[in-house]
Each structure stands twice: as C-alpha cells, then as structure tokens.
Nanobody, 122 residues
C-alpha cells in the first residue's frame, strides 16, 4: 500500500481543513487507517484512527469534538476533517495503514504516507 497525504496548509485559529490520504493497492479496504502528527521538537503522536469498514473510530482526547476521521473505500481514501483549529495543532500530519487493527501506537502500522504540513496561526 502506498499512501499520499494532502490538504495541509496555513489557516487561522478557529478555521478548518480537510486532510486526505489516497491509497494505492487493492488491499486498502482491509486496512485500518490512522492519522498521526509530529510538531517540531516533539514525538509523533496519535490523532485519530478508523477500522477497515469505517464503523469504529478513535480520537485523541485533544481533538475530540473538533476532528473527524472517515473513509471512502470506493475511492481508496481516508479523510481527517479538522475544525476549530488551534495554534497547537500545527504539525506535520501523517496517515498510516495497518493490516491488523487500528491502534494508537505508531509501531502497529505497516505503511506511512509522506506527511502534509498544517500551520495554524493565532
């Protein structure tokens, strides 16, 4: 599976962005997907995850109520809708695919996209 993340950019605090992660390969629909982020000088952290069917989602506490993960298996794409953005959301956002199950642990994912930059100005 190859992953291509897009949709990042510069937005003011309180604004919204929608990240997309397009996957190649016919096995996408069987993969759990996750979004992680890494701010400068910090470790990569879990943001959101979704199971293969889209029926089960998880969100880190700091994004609950603001971010929503979803997927369209017909389009081989997973999305991260981000609302009410804060300056502390500034980071490189990565999508990842797991052949086992969705997890908050980055080492449980088998494939990673290249990342897309999100900058939130105050």
């Amino acid at each position: 599976v190859q992953l291509q993340a897009s949709g990042g950019g510069l937005v003011q605090a309180g604004g919204s962005l929608r990240l997309s992660c397009a996957a190649s390969g016919r096995t996408f629909s069987s993969c759990a997907m996750g979004w992680f982020r890494q701010a400068p000088g910090k470790e990569r952290e879990f943001v959101s995850a979704i199971n293969w069917s889209g029926g089960i989602t998880y969100h880190a506490d700091f994004v609950k109520g603001r971010f929503t993960i979803s997927r369209d298996n017909a389009k081989n794409t997973v999305y991260l809708e981000m609302n009410s953005l804060k300056p502390e959301d500034t980071a490189v956002y990565y999508c990842a695919a797991s052949y086992t199950r969705s997890s908050v642990r980055p080492d449980r994912y088998d494939y990673w996209g290249q990342g897309t930059h999100v900058t939130v100005s105050s």
